[in-house]
C-alpha cells in the first residue's frame, strides 16, 4: 500500500510561483496514475491536474497554462509546478494515486491520498 506525503505549500504574493511534492514510499509510482487535487474553505475538492502512467497529462480549465505536473519515477516523487499563481488558487492541495491504467479526474476514483499541504496566495 503506497503513502504519500505532500510538501512544498506555503504563503507567496500573486504572481508569484510554488513547487509542490509528493513523495511516495510503500509502493512504486510508475505503476499508479497519479494527480494533484485541491479544496478551498467551504469548498468541495476539485481536480487540478494528472499524469498517466505513460506520462500524459490532463489540467482542469482553471490552471491550464500556469500549472505543471511531473513525475520522477526513479525518486518516487510527483510534481507540481505552479505558476502566476492568483488569490483564488488558495487551497489545501492533496497529492492522490490510483493504481488503475486510466486517468481519472474524479476524486472518488483515488484509492491513496496524502495528507494535504496549504497553499495561500495573497493579493
Known amino acids: 500500500q503506497v503513502q504519500l506525503v505532500e510538501s512544498g505549500g506555503g504563503l507567496v504574493q500573486a504572481g508569484g510561483s510554488l513547487r509542490l511534492s509528493c513523495a511516495a514510499s510503500g509502493g512504486t509510482l510508475s505503476g499508479y496514475v497519479m494527480a494533484w487535487f485541491r479544496q478551498a474553505p467551504g469548498k468541495e475538492r476539485e481536480f487540478a491536474a494528472v499524469?498517466?502512467?505513460?506520462?500524459?497529462?490532463t489540467y482542469a480549465d482553471s490552471v491550464k497554462g500556469r500549472f505543471t505536473i511531473s513525475r520522477d519515477n526513479g525518486n518516487n516523487v510527483v510534481y507540481l509546478q505552479m505558476n502566476s499563481l492568483k488569490p483564488e488558487d488558495t487551497a489545501v492541495y492533496y497529492c492522490?494515486?490510483?493504481?488503475?491504467?486510466?486517468?481519472?479526474?474524479?476524486?472518488?476514483?483515488?484509492?491513496?491520498w496524502g495528507q494535504g499541504t496549504q497553499v495561500t496566495v495573497s493579493s
Open positions: 492522490a494515486a490510483d493504481n488503475t491504467p486510466f486517468s481519472s479526474e474524479v476524486a472518488d476514483d483515488y484509492d491513496y
Open positions: 499524469v498517466s502512467r505513460s506520462g500524459s497529462r
